[in-house]
């Protein structure tokens, strides 16, 4: 007797629980492993998984073994060459006596650090832990609202998709007890009785006339039968949809980007990367989420996501002009009453004289109080970082965006020098709402 | 020799599997396997996994069903990674010891290799399984699916009930002492799983009735006992109570822990009865391994002979199997140890030359078998009633050592050379195989750990005793850990002392007071 059995069907991952509780035991120390990865990476790279090597503390699981050293051991070997009784080894690796065998690390847990690959969506998710795009819901439109199809009660009008089967009959029942309705059982014991009767050869006279009352009542009750339907349509009832209000979500991330010539490749590379960053964590975490890609010149251009990331441009600075293309954008497409709009803009800080003012009023007057959330990224030649320590000082668009700054308080303006300096301000950025003392009402 | 005997077709060409072409081989193997070797097995159920599921099946300590838990999450990963770099192949096969017999073959084997594993597996491991003397006092091949069903349920219920986290913490401590959660020499009974929730339910009701006599905290004058013994572990009569001194922990911990829950002290018990079913295989490792290649060479061979395999095949088997034993010499870079494959086929093979073909030195070590001409039944009277120590001590022969050019070394800790102290010579072959069967015995690998002595009606602290055979200390690291562990499952302070087996002296003392207090 035997039995093959095809497997191979049968669900994989049995493991993906054990793999996860291994994961949540771990977190701490996988999170500081990835954080610390970002500086390491490109950042194109970062959205495939990666192998990881966490420390092993924390993650041990200890039994009692015997130390590896110490005491007196005898042990066989095969495959002896030269060697007599009495004949003298040195210790350490004079013998076979070197590499430890059964008492040593048991499957390598020994080393102090272990070794796995994370999966994209562990790596992400880790990655992107904790962060959030700020005031998703619209403060100030709050009743202006999308509306979503929910339960509520049931009704007696309705269309027969929705008949509630339950209900309907608990009414039929309640109508056909009041009403008396007759039984099933009930008939078919008068039938067979009035047929016993019926089938007598010589019935009595007796039994003649119960015969016909048998008959009578029989009529009766199938006449008050029909009268009493098994369910009458009063007694259907339908399950209920009322459109309740639902806050809006739909948000839009406009990224603007200077690409001028003033902007070296390293500045570039910089902004790029961060708006990767950016990216990702949309897609990841947000499926409603709609990105603009503006960069801009002395001229601004709507582009899309290639274009914006790996073709070159050079020309003159205008950083009006991205703006005004935002709002373009904004007004034709993405109406207030419906998104949540947030911008995030990249540049070296040169503008072009006379310009800047043009910029803040603009911020200030039009599209701060269209958008929930509004981020400035400076990014720094490595060289200006020592003189532009303090927030105080800065380029000519850095000190008037201060004062826009200070008079919105979602609007966030950050530096980067160097690539290191991406992940942080990334997360100080977009760290949780709870997270921050000021939320905006 | 192919067409010598070639009045049989061969069972099958190419290497691709189907499953007709499994079937037909599997009865080919069958007929060898019971009609000439004479093998009793259990009925088997051969199960074709893809390499996924392996990867599972290997991350579950093999086991087709197994409770959850972080370490064989980080087990898989650890596989996983291994696996994906090439550093490592996956095992053809995985077999289990149950009635039916389970054994998981890879979708990715050859038909070759299809035949080569089920020869290995389905019947080596499975007659093995079935007769061999360890599992069938200590492992109840018909109830383990079963109570594993149980465990898994038993466990994702504490889960939902009591939180992932607590179960957790008692699952890590508990793992720390599977190694010391077996007994050695008593025999454990058996319990199908309906006998299990019985038991179960009758030790809750039970505790429930007599909560407050399994720990008196306050000593009565009633019991005269509890109010002398100032000393607990002076006290003969209250050693005598609690059973000391017992060696296994886990067992002890669950019957006598001051603070654990009802729920708690069950999945003590699981881990301690999966511990305990491990424990046979643990023991039998050349043994098994031995089995199961002798029995698939021996009928690969055979198959072969009756023009069953075509040479193509027979090559590819070949090839496989010199890989599974191959073994390399103690100065290859490639050695790490004696390997239980080529040791236990060497050995067994050894054994059917002495009984077919014996020297006069085989007469003179091996009286009672040499020349009885039936190997068949002395390897199966071995595989029944042996385990790895006791066999090497008993079948190891002359010719093997000198063929395998066994040297035996002694390594004291305080000399600054590794002694030879005897090789394969007329002097040495005694030492050389009391040494290796010492090598392979369970009970000189794993540290000896009992409990000793409780203080009950004192601070409740907890008294181990390591006994330090030739001045082997037990590592560190771990001993900490697993200390730490007990301490959490006892609740309160557990010492532990290193006293040498000979001498007397005591060599070491750890406690968690003291590392707390540190």
């Known amino acids: 007797m035997f039995h093959f059995i095809d497997r191979r069907q049968n669900p994989k991952h049995k493991s993906i629980g054990n793999r996860q509780r291994f994961m949540r035991r771990a977190r701490v120390r996988i999170k500081e492993v990835v954080e610390k990865s970002i500086k390491d990476r490109k950042l194109t790279d970062i959205a495939n998984g990666e192998e990881i090597a966490i420390p092993t503390k924390g993650i041990d699981e200890p039994h009692f073994r015997h130390a590896s050293d110490g005491g007196r051991r005898e042990r066989v070997f095969p495959g002896n060459k030269t060697f007599r009784p009495g004949d003298t080894i040195e210790k350490p690796e004079g013998g076979g006596k070197g590499k430890g065998g059964k008492e040593g690390s048991d499957n390598g847990e020994g080393e102090d650090e272990f070794r796995f690959a994370l999966t994209r969506e562990e790596f992400l998710d880790l990655f992107f832990e904790d962060l959030e795009l700020p005031d998703l819901v619209k403060t100030t439109l709050r009743e202006v609202v999308t509306y979503k199809m929910r339960r509520t009660g049931h009704t007696a009008t309705g269309t027969p998709t929705n008949i509630n089967v339950l209900r309907t009959m608990c009414k039929s029942l309640g109508r056909r007890l009041a009403l008396g309705r007759p039984k099933n059982d009930e008939i078919l014991a008068l039938e067979n009785e009035i047929a016993a009767l019926d089938g007598k050869a010589e019935p009595s006279a007796d039994e003649l006339s119960r015969l016909e009352a048998l008959r009578e009542t029989l009529k009766g009750l199938l006449r008050r039968r029909r ?119 990249a540049s070296d800080g040169e503008n072009h004289a006379g310009d800047t003012d043009k910029c803040t009023a603009m911020l200030a007057q039009e599209i701060m109080p269209l958008c929930q959330y509004y981020a400035y990224i400076e990014i720094l030649d490595e060289r200006e970082t020592e003189i532009f320590r303090s927030m105080q000082n800065g380029a000519a668009l850095w000190q008037a965006y201060r004062t826009v700054a200070d008079a919105w308080s979602n609007f966030a303006m950050k530096r980067i020098a160097k690539p290191g300096d991406i992940y942080p301000v990334f997360r100080e950025l977009f760290a949780k709402q709870s997270d921050k003392v000021a939320v905006r009402l | 020799m192919t067409e010598t005997q070639g009045k049989r077709e061969p069972l099958f060409e190419g290497s691709e599997w189907t499953f007709d072409k499994l079937r037909r081989t599997y009865a080919a193997i069958e007929d060898i396997a019971l009609n000439d070797l004479g093998l009793e097995v259990y009925t088997n159920q051969i199960e074709i996994i893809s390499s996924e599921q392996m990867l599972d099946a290997y991350s579950s300590i093999g086991m087709p069903l197994m409770y959850q838990h972080w ?105 720390a002492l599977m190694d010391h959660g077996v007994f050695r020499h008593r025999r454990p009974t058996r319990l199908s799983k309906q006998e299990q929730v019985d038991r179960e339910k009758e030790r809750v009701r039970y505790e429930e009735r007599n909560f407050q006599d399994i720990w008196r905290t306050v000593p009565t004058n009633g019991n005269g006992d509890d109010v002398k013994d100032k000393t607990a572990d002076a006290d003969p009569e209250k050693v005598c109570t609690l059973n000391l001194p017992e060696e296994n922990l886990l067992y002890f911990i669950e019957k006598n822990s001051p603070i654990l829950e009802t729920w708690q002290r069950e999945i003590l018990r699981i881990v301690r009865n999966i511990a305990q ?60 140890g004696v390997n239980p494959y080529a040791l236990g086929l060497a050995m067994m093979q050894d054994i059917k030359r002495i009984c077919t073909e014996p020297t006069e030195e085989d007469r003179t070590w091996f009286p009672e078998i040499a020349g009885n001409n039936d190997w068949r039944g002395t390897l199966k009277d071995a595989w029944a009633n042996y385990r790895d120590e006791s066999f090497i001590q008993q079948f190891l022969s002359p010719h093997l050592i000198r063929k395998l050019k066994l040297f035996l070394c002694v390594d004291e800790a305080e000399e600054r050379h590794v002694m030879v102290d005897s090789i394969h010579d007329e002097q040495g072959y005694k030492a050389v195989r009391s040494a290796l069967a010492r090598n392979y015995d369970l009970a000189l690998i794993e540290p000896d750990v009992q409990v000793v002595a409780v203080d009950m009606s004192g601070d ?52 968690t007071a003291k590392s707390a207090a540190a």
């Open chain 1, 227 to 345: 009268w009493v339907p098994y369910i009458d349509p009063v007694d259907i009832r339908y399950n209920n949809f009322a459109p309740k209000p639902e806050p809006n979500t739909k948000a839009v991330m406009i990224c603007l980007m200077d690409v001028s010539g003033s902007m070296g490749e390293r500045e570039k590379d910089l902004a790029k990367r961060f708006f990767i960053l950016l990216h990702l964590f949309l897609n990841r975490r947000y499926k409603q989420t709609d990105v603009v890609f503006i960069r801009h010149t002395h001229v601004a251009q709507e582009v899309d996501e290639d274009t914006f990331f790996y073709s070159q441009e050079t020309g003159g600075t205008v950083v009006s002009t991205a703006l005004v293309e935002m709002l373009k954008v904004v007004r034709d497409r993405y109406p207030t009453s419906e998104w949540n709009i947030y911008g995030a803009q």
């Open chain 2, 71 to 175: 370490s064989f999450g980080k087990q898989f990963l650890r596989e996983e990674n291994m696996y994906r770099k090439g550093f490592t192949g996956l095992a053809y096969e995985i077999v289990i010891n149950s009635n039916p017999c389970i054994s998981y073959n890879m979708e990715e084997n050859t038909m070759a290799i299809q035949a080569l594993v089920m020869a290995h597996a389905a019947f080596g491991h499975n007659h093995f399984f079935r007769n061999n003397h360890l599992f069938r006092q200590w492992t109840d091949a018909d109830g383990i699916l079963e109570y594993l069903q149980f465990a898994k349920g038993y466990i994702a219920k504490c889960e939902e009930r009591c939180g992932p986290a607590a179960v957790e913490e008692v699952l890590d401590a508990a793992h």
């Open chain 2, 277 to 336: 079913y491990f424990y046979p295989q643990k023991q039998t490792k050349v043994m098994n391994e031995g089995c199961a290649t002798f029995v698939h060479y021996y009928i690969m061979n055979r198959l072969y002979d009756d023009g069953l395999l075509t040479e193509g095949a027979m090559l590819e088997i070949l090839h496989s199997h010199s890989n599974v034993v191959f073994q390399p010499d103690f100065d290859d870079k490639r050695f790490s």
């Open chain 2, 460 to 511: 409740r602290c907890l008294r181990l005793r390591h006994t330090v055979h030739d001045g082997v200390h037990i590592s560190e690291k771990g001993r900490n850990g697993v200390i730490a562990h007990l301490r959490r499952l006892w609740g309160y302070d557990v010492d532990l002392i290193g006293v040498d087996r000979d001498t007397g002296e005591k060599l070491y003392e750890v406690s």
